[in-house]
């Protein structure tokens, strides 16, 4: 990690009432879509969305879930997700403060589906596989991960990241971060050359029948 989580903290805080309006671009937006689409929880599923942010992923998948669960380092998105919650009379989230190693979810809490859009890039790789190992023991069926990530060389005069405070990882170094968590790679989505979603299942443990 290139910053620490209390600098990306107050980062995020600072620009949190603009942040919504500053996520324009075309490949964000595609990220968001395809995110909620492969998340597709079922009336019963409790869904974890790590790096909330300002909920937009959270309160898109609520309607069709059970619960769903929003963490994230910046209190400041954390109040503009709970504002934009109340205001359309979501209260099937709950929105707190959490992290990538450690979600801050209640040990009586089964997570069937976990979510993450742009966020998990801030990590260092070897922080990237504690994070997904974390999100391993949770027990989820599914994870839905959009991301900066590389699918080839990235060109250097034109970075869709920001090469002072993010760090993003390759494809391959993903799936294999999320193989070796148990998880099978289910789907992989191009956004652009630096952007992508991976969906990855939970892998069938020994001897249990596959339908």
Do not use: W
């Not at 069709?64 to 989230?93: F, Y």
């Not at 450690?102 to 742009?118: G, L, M």
């Not at 994070?131 to 990530?149: K, W, Y």
């Amino acid at each position: 990690m290139k910053k620490t989580i209390e600098e990306h903290a107050a980062r995020f805080s600072e620009v949190a009432p603009e942040y919504d309006e500053s996520q324009d671009s075309e490949e964000y937006r595609a990220c968001v879509s395809l995110v909620v689409h492969y998340a597709d929880p079922s009336p019963d599923d409790v869904v974890l969305d790590l790096g909330t942010g300002t909920g937009a992923i959270a309160l898109a998948l609520a309607p069709d879930a059970k619960h769903v669960v929003g963490r994230d380092i910046s209190e400041g998105m954390l109040e503009q997700a709970r504002t934009k919650a109340a205001e359309v009379g979501i209260e099937n989230v709950d929105f707190d403060i959490g992290r990538f190693r450690e979600p801050n979810v209640p040990a009586d809490r089964e997570i069937d589906v976990v979510v993450s859009n742009f966020a998990m890039h801030h990590l260092s790789d070897d922080e990237k596989r504690e994070a997904i190992q974390v999100i391993a023991d949770l027990e989820p069926r599914r994870f839905v991960l959009g991301d900066v990530m590389f699918f080839g060389e990235p060109d250097p005069d034109e970075p869709f990241y920001t090469p002072e405070v993010d760090d993003p990882s390759t494809v391959g170094f993903l799936a294999d971060a999320l193989t070796d968590a148990g998880f099978v790679l289910t789907a992989v989505e191009s956004v652009h050359e630096q952007v992508g979603v991976l969906v990855a299942e939970r892998a069938p443990l020994g001897g249990e029948e596959t339908q």
